[in-house]
């Protein structure tokens, strides 16, 4: 099992950025594949990016692709999201997720094993 909680989230003018952070116990943190998703009020949990264990290999979503980045280390056992350009719209709990299936790239949560607590962002316009 690994546990992940999350750290980084804010207030923040549109324009501006921010750094999340997403902490994993455990000493198998490379063997799992990574994901960041975001839920807004009376929406729901929609996919962010991925990063894959060994390569790095990453996906992202439309809507984040070219202001977003996912990056790993794996010896600090943390997965990274730099948020720049934020809008209105990226306002959202952001939920970091680990699996150690193959489905990750589907960026859906049911491949998703663990979950953290959640981190909120909001962007003022």
């Known amino acids: 099992q690994v546990q992940l909680v999350e750290s980084g989230g804010g207030l923040v003018q549109a324009g501006g950025s921010l750094r999340l952070s997403c902490a994993a116990s455990?000493?198998?943190?490379?063997?799992?594949?990574m994901g960041w998703f975001r839920q807004a009020p009376g929406k729901e949990r929609e996919f962010v990016a991925t990063?894959?264990?060994?390569?790095?290999?990453?996906n992202y979503a439309d809507s984040v692709k070219g202001r977003f980045t996912i990056s790993r280390d794996n010896a600090k056992n943390t997965v990274y999201l730099q948020l720049n350009s934020l809008k209105p719209e990226d306002t959202a709990v952001y939920y970091c997720?680990?699996?150690?299936?193959?489905?990750?790239?589907?960026?859906?949560?049911?491949?998703?094993?663990?979950w953290g607590q959640g981190t909120q962002v909001t962007v003022s316009s």
């Open positions: 997720a680990a699996t150690q299936g193959d489905g990750y790239y589907r960026g859906t949560p049911d491949e998703f094993d663990y």
């Open positions: 455990g000493r198998t943190f490379s063997s799992y594949a």
């Open positions: 990063i894959s264990r060994t390569f790095g290999i990453k």
